[in-house]
Structures are given as C-alpha cells and as structure tokens.
Nanobody, 127 residues
Framework: QVQLVESGGGLVQAGGSLRLSCAASGRTFSSYAMGWFRQAPGKEREIVARVTWSGGNTHYADSVKGRFTISRDNAKSALYLQMNSLKPEDTAVYYC????????????????????WGKGTLVTVSS
C-alpha cells in the first residue's frame, strides 16, 4: 500500500537544473527500495536512478551519471531527484516508483522489482 505523487517538473533551458520530489504515503516507506524512471513519447520506460531500501546505496543510468542525484528522506517519506546540466534528451515524463516487495532489493533490470508508480511529472528541456 504505497501511494506516490511526483512534483517539480517543468520547462527548463538546456544546462539548467530541476529538483523532482516524490511524496509517499504509508508508514512502511523506509522499507521499500525506490527509484526514478522516465519515459519519452513512443519509447519504453527506462531507469534513471534508484536507491536501496536499506543503506541508501544508489545506482544511476549511464546517461545521467555525474548529473543527477537521487536521495531519500525516510523521516519525510520523500524521494528526490536533483537534475543538473540538463540536456534536451532528458525530456520525458518522470515517474517515482517503489518496489513491490518491502525489505528487499531487486537487481533485475529493467524495472528492478518496482511495483508501485506515481502518475508522473513532465520535464521539458529546451535547446
């Protein structure tokens, strides 16, 4: 029973920054691995970054390494994605996701065991 709501998307010029937030409901937020995914029109959903349920280990897609930072605040039941040096190719709907199983980290791509999804927030990067 995890409900997710994203916010923070918008229009930004190439080279700019945005910070996405994901508000989660449920007292077991800290028990779930979390992640950010994105999907451009006509393309499949792809991983952006993820963080384990314990230890806060983070993983990033090669396309965003060095530019994006994922973090979680269990006390606030929130997940964040700081996006810097944005490129037009980053344009997509960004989704917050939580693992379908608590207390476990799934390392199988492409969805890494995510079973709960927000409705997404649109990020548009202009040239």
């Amino acid at each position: 029973q995890v409900q997710l709501v994203e916010s923070g998307g918008g229009l930004v010029q190439a080279g700019g920054s945005l910070r996405l937030s994901c508000a989660a409901s449920g007292r077991t937020f800290s028990s779930y691995a979390m992640g950010w995914f994105r999907q451009a029109p006509g393309k499949e959903r792809e991983i952006v970054a993820r963080v384990t349920w314990s230890g806060g280990n983070t993983h990033y897609a090669d396309s965003v390494k060095g530019r994006f930072t994922i973090s979680r605040d269990n006390a606030k039941s929130a997940l964040y994605l700081q996006m810097n040096s944005l490129k037009p190719e980053d344009t997509a709907v960004y989704y917050c996701a939580a693992s379908s199983d608590p207390y476990y980290d799934n390392y199988h791509p492409p969805l890494y065991g995510m079973g709960y999804w927000g409705k997404g927030t649109l990020v548009t990067v202009s040239s």
